[in-house]
Each structure stands twice: as C-alpha cells, then as structure tokens.
C-alpha cells in the first residue's frame, strides 16, 4: 500500500533563504515522485519531478533530492521569494502512470 | 488555449440532492482523471477515465458516485443523495497520453459543500 508523507504541515523562511520541503514515502512501484504547488482557489500546478535514475534534478530555483535507502525526498526553494507562498504537495507516480498517490502537502509562507 | 475547465467552481447542495460536477479537458487530451481534497487532506485519485471508457475507478466509493466521459462533450463526476462528509473540493486533470505524468494539467476544482 503506497503512502506519501509529509510531517510538517506548514512551514515559514524569511525571503532570500532556503525553504526545504520534506517527504517520506513507504513503498514505491516505479520510483517517480513529482512536487505540485497549489495556490488557493486554484489546481494543482506541476514543479519539478524525480525518477530513480537520478538523486537530484534542479529547475532553476528548485532542486529535488531522492534518497532511494531512506525512502525520503525533498524540495529545496533557493532563493526563497514571497510568491513561493503555496501549499506544496509531493506525489507518488504508480500505476504503470494512470495516477497519484499525494501527501498531505505543505503550507509554506515566505515572509518579505 | 484554455486550460482544463471545471463547473460550476462552487456548488452548495442539501443533504439528499444530487451533485453533478463538469469537466472538460485540455484540447488535444483524451484522458481525464477526477481527484478529491478532504479538509486538511491531499489529493486522493478517485477515478480515471478515457473517452467512453472508465479505464480505473479503484478510489471511487461504492454507492452513490458514478462517472463519465462521453464522445461529446465533458467528463461528468455525479454523486446521489449527498451527505456532509462529501463536502470537499474535487479536481479534474487531463494529459494527452496515459503515463505522461508531466503531462497533467489540473483544473481549478468544484468546491462541494453540503449543507
């Protein structure tokens, strides 16, 4: 049974620091793990992703890190700015593709 | 190029009525996903469907919810006699092919709330 966790239901950085975002998830099929960022009133919106070929992919101000041993991932917002303020979910890929297994996500506020 | 359209955007229903929520995919996509957000919750997938197909309806509950997406027009999630605990926000998404994960493009979700 696949579960997706996320601890720290909201997290606060002061604009210009790093925000890290973490993730644990328990079993995996395939190994594919994707953040969404979610503004309020709004869909889901796709980040940055991560297979198990690799233990890091970096996008600009966001890199995500995969510790396949620790079964644990995290989203790292360098520098962090005000409009980063969202909700991040991190997703689970499974199913040969046909869905998600979401966390809980993360409330995060960049204070100016 | 609109995105993936979802209606009504708020839809208030008394306990007992139905609730019928409106999806309409990207252009060019032929497979819809319908995902749920309880309070303080992620998403949880609920049902994926193809053009008059339903391919996976493994999180759908039992009774009461049912789900479409016809030939013409948009994909239908119908849920029957309400009750409270289906008050949430429920999003569509959509991708050209299945297994494209960078693919999905969510909509802006229908908040049920059931009164």
């Known amino acids: 049974d696949q579960q997706v966790k996320q601890n720290s239901p909201s997290l606060s950085v002061q604009e210009g620091r790093i925000s890290i975002l973490n993730c644990d998830y328990t079993?995996?099929?395939?190994?594919?793990f994707l953040w969404y960022k979610k503004y309020p009133a709004e869909g889901p919106t796709f980040l940055i992703s991560?297979?198990?070929?690799?233990d890091k992919n970096e996008d600009g101000r966001f890199t995500v890190f995969l510790n396949k041993s620790a079964k644990h991932l995290s989203l790292h917002i360098v520098p962090s700015q005000p409009g980063d303020s969202a909700v991040y979910f991190c997703a689970e890929l499974y199913n040969y593709g046909q869905n998600f297994v979401f966390g809980p996500g993360t409330r995060l506020s960049v204070l100016p | 190029n609109a995105g993936v359209m979802q209606n009504p955007r708020h839809l208030v229903r008394r306990r007992g009525q139905e609730a019928r929520l409106r999806c309409s995919p990207m252009?060019?996509?032929?497979?819809v996903y319908w995902y749920r957000q309880l309070p303080e919750e992620g998403l949880k997938f609920m049902v994926y469907l193809q053009k008059e197909n339903i391919i996976d309806e493994s999180g759908m509950p039992k009774e009461r919810f049912s789900a479409e997406f016809p030939k013409e027009g948009p994909s239908i999630l119908r849920i029957q006699q309400v009750v409270r605990g289906d008050s949430a926000a429920y999003f569509c998404?959509?991708?050209?092919?299945?297994?494209?994960?960078?693919?999905?493009?969510f909509g802006s979700g229908t908040r049920l709330t059931v009164v």
């Open positions: 252009k060019g996509h032929s497979h």
């Open positions: 079993n995996s099929m395939f190994d594919y």
């Open positions: 998404a959509s991708s050209p092919r299945q297994g494209q994960a960078d693919g999905y493009t």
């Open positions: 991560i297979s198990s070929i690799k």
